[in-house]
């Protein structure tokens, strides 16, 4: 990372790396992934069902002698418009900080607005297959680096395997990155997860993947692994928290996640 905090234009591109990270898996995790999973399961929720999910995240990354945070909070609700077929649309908050020896760095503001439908067209003997088709609305002002500056299209194929009390989740997706800061535009995620149910009321879950790297310039995808747990306070009501390692120099190194789900 190079450290200019000389103009508008260096702070926007500075700042766009870890901001860029967390609009890719907004569009990613948006149609409910149990979080704080970062990979969705193929499950609809109802038709006439609706799901809210209010979830913080905190990120922090050293390199280069640049320390990094970055703070999200998010809102998505997600309304079942018929048993196979959910609507979801997520708005995201955001807080990036940088500093290094002489300088500081922050913007914060809301991000963009994600909007997606999840498809489950198969489900037979605890298989289940979706897909999710996303779009992402530049609503992030991005001369601060909180957006793109474009509208974002994302698809994603999800599989689930459910053998009680496990249950196995694959993504494999695809993102044009329509930007205004020089990045890639074609982008791929992949990642698999298992859930475990220990108790009624506590699941653990983990989860690991890999996505493109938006930088051009960079010589490493960045990866993670995942671990949380799930407890049902009552039913329709759910708490979660985890943490998320960067398996490699390219992700955060380490997120701390935390979120609350309210179905109705």
């Known amino acids: 990372m190079n450290f200019t905090p000389v103009s508008a234009v260096s702070r926007t591109r500075h700042l766009s790396g870890p901001v860029v990270f967390f609009g890719i898996l907004s569009l990613a995790t948006a149609a409910f992934a149990s979080h704080p999973l970062i990979t969705d399961d193929a499950g609809t929720i109802g038709s006439g069902k609706a799901q809210l999910e209010l979830n913080g995240e905190y990120g922090h990354d050293e390199e280069d002698g640049i320390t990094t945070t970055t703070t999200e909070g998010a809102a998505a609700l997600s309304y079942g418009i018929t048993d196979s077929m959910d609507l979801v649309v997520g708005l995201p908050y955001l807080h990036s900080r940088e500093k290094d020896a002489g300088a500081t ?99 653990a879950v983990v989860d690991v993947g890999i996505a493109s790297n938006p930088d051009p310039s960079a010589s490493a995808d960045p990866a993670f692994l995942l671990a949380g747990m799930i407890y049902t306070l009552s039913d329709g009501l759910s708490l979660d928290c985890g943490i998320k390692y960067g398996l490699n120099n390219s992700e955060t190194d380490y997120t701390v996640l935390a979120g609350i789900t309210w179905a109705f």
Do not use: C, R
Not at 120 to 138: D, H, I, Q, R, V
Not at 182 to 197: P, R, Y
């Open 105 to 203: 760095l922050s913007e914060h503001g809301l991000s963009d607005t994600s909007v997606e439908m999840k498809w489950g067209f198969y489900e037979n003997n605890g298989l289940s297959l979706a897909l999710k088709p996303g779009l992402s609305l530049p609503t992030g002002d991005d001369e601060k680096g909180l957006g793109s500056g474009k509208a974002n299209y994302s698809l994603f194929f999800i599989t689930s395997q459910a053998m009680d009390p496990w249950a196995v989740h694959l993504n494999l997706g695809y993102i044009v990155n329509e930007n205004t800061a020089e990045e890639k535009k074609d982008l791929w995620h992949a990642s698999l997860a298992s859930t475990v149910a220990l108790t009624e009321q506590l699941t």
